[in-house]
Structures are given as structure tokens and as C-alpha cells.
């Protein structure tokens, strides 16, 4: 197993707000699964005490997608499906912000409250 770095560029086409749940030092390795070396991204929760690991396989056809990260962020007991909900209508710069008022408030609402836009 190899690791190494996320290129720039392929780090700046993660913009879903989801990947705002995880920490930025996403590590690239290429795994040996039987005969076949698969190249992978494996993402860290953020969450205060969660330390799991989500793999991505970049060989598969849905190498782009954040299904995987939007489950475990549902059921991670930092985060919840409460957290993700209020946080699906912003970037992940916005999320990354509001991620950072909750851990200090405790307060969701006050967290996820839009500025300018009305409630939440």
C-alpha cells in the first residue's frame, strides 16, 4: 500500500458541504485487492470522538459521489441526520462555519440560522 497526497486540482472540485464533516487531511493510497491495485481516498470524521475512516475507490463509476460520507455523517453520534439536514442548503465553506459555532453553542439552530434569508 502506497500513500500520497490529493492533487490541488482534485481537491478543489470537492465542494459539496459534506466533505465540511470530515477532516482536511484526506490521505491517497493504492490498495491491493487480489490481483488488482485500486487507488483510493480515505476521508477521517471531524467529529469530537469519532474517528472513522470512509474510503472512496476512485476506479468505480461513482467515483464522484458523497453517498458514502452523507451515510456516515447520518449516523455518526457527532454529527446526526439533524445536522446534515440544516446544512444541505449551504456551501462547504458555509458548512465548515456553522460546524465550527455548533461545537462551541451546542445550539443547532443558532448555528445553521441563515444570515439575510429569513429562518432556517
Not at 470522538?49 to 455518526?76: A, E, F, I
Request: some cysteine; aromatic content about 10%; glycine content about 6%.
Amino acid at each position: 500500500m502506497s500513500n500520497y497526497l490529493p492533487t490541488a486540482r482534485a481537491q478543489a472540485k470537492w465542494t459539496a458541504n459534506v466533505y465540511a464533516y470530515f477532516r482536511p487531511d484526506v490521505k491517497a493510497e493504492i490498495v491491493t485487492v487480489g490481483q488488482t491495485k485500486r487507488p483510493r481516498y480515505v476521508f477521517t470524521c471531524a467529529g469530537i470522538g469519532c474517528q472513522k475512516v470512509v474510503y472512496r475507490y476512485l476506479d468505480d463509476k461513482d467515483c464522484t459521489s458523497t453517498g458514502n460520507l452523507r451515510k456516515h455523517v447520518k449516523k455518526c453520534k457527532a454529527w446526526g441526520h439533524e445536522v446534515l439536514a440544516m446544512s444541505d442548503e449551504l456551501t462547504a465553506s458555509q458548512t465548515r462555519e456553522a460546524l465550527r459555532t455548533y461545537i462551541k453553542s451546542g445550539d443547532i439552530t443558532t448555528a445553521f440560522q441563515r444570515k439575510g434569508k429569513g429562518k432556517v
